[in-house]
């Protein structure tokens, strides 16, 4: 049958606001975190990780935060650009047995717009 | 230095064909792993390879199968091609198995 698209969450903010794009995820055993952003036409593009055994981690204009305990992502854009309007993922990564059989998962993305 | 390398970036095949995607990773990465986009399903896993072993698997049909060569490119082939397997057909790579991937542009494929 026919596949219905994804229907994303959308973030729309102001240029020059700070933008908050969130995630949960789905494994307590995840040990490690990545938010990707991907512009139309292209693959992901890698912004910012970080590991189970922190709770926050700044980038350029990004910061991550992880709360373990609700199993919650977020991003933190800084003084949101027209050039950060895209697509944002978060991915989980999970360590299969023997801790050498990862797999990233992703999460549906939240598209996030720029207005000028 | 070069990303990842994915070729063709566009490919249409009808229904039945087979198909085989390449990947070129970044100079030096010796993992690589492939990923089915779709508007209805996200990103979803197919498979990782590391020195030419096949480290994981996600849940595809046997119809998807990838390899990796000793330069640590590597292939992804899909044979009897189904409308459904339409999608972005994404490529990363990462120096250890893990972490720190890198993605391709894609390859987009349509079947008919």
């Known amino acids: 049958g026919e596949s219905v698209g994804l229907h994303l969450p959308t973030l729309s903010v102001q240029e020059g606001d700070n933008s908050i794009i969130n995630c949960a995820y789905s494994?307590?055993?995840?040990?490690?975190f990545i938010w990707y952003k991907q512009e139309s036409g292209k693959g992901p593009q890698f912004i910012i990780d970080?590991?189970?055994?922190?709770d926050k981690r700044q980038g350029q204009r990004v910061t991550v935060l992880l709360n373990k305990t609700v199993k919650h992502l977020s991003l933190q854009i800084a003084a949101t650009q027209p050039g950060d309007s895209a697509v944002y993922f978060c991915?989980?990564?999970?360590?299969?047995?023997?801790?050498?059989?990862?797999?990233?998962?992703f999460g549906k993305g939240t598209l996030l717009t720029v207005n000028p | 230095k070069a990303g990842v390398t994915q070729t063709p970036r566009y490919l249409i095949k009808t229904r039945g064909q087979q198909v085989t995607l390449s990947c070129s990773p970044i100079s030096g990465h010796r993992s690589v792993s492939w990923y089915q986009q779709t508007p209805g399903q996200g990103l979803q896993f197919l498979f990782e390879y590391f020195s030419e072993t096949q480290r994981n698997k996600g849940n595809f049909p046997g119809r998807f199968s990838g390899r990796q060569f000793s330069n640590s490119r590597s292939e992804m082939n899909v044979s009897t091609l189904e409308l459904g397997d339409s999608a972005l057909y994404l490529c990363?790579?990462?120096?250890?198995?893990?972490?720190?991937?890198?993605f391709g542009s894609g390859t987009r494929l349509t079947v008919v």
């Open positions: 970080i590991r189970s055994n922190m």
């Open positions: 494994n307590s055993a995840s040990d490690y």
């Open positions: 991915a989980e990564n999970i360590a299969g047995s023997g801790g050498s059989n990862y797999k990233l998962t």
């Open positions: 990363a790579s990462s120096l250890v198995v893990g972490y720190g991937y890198t």
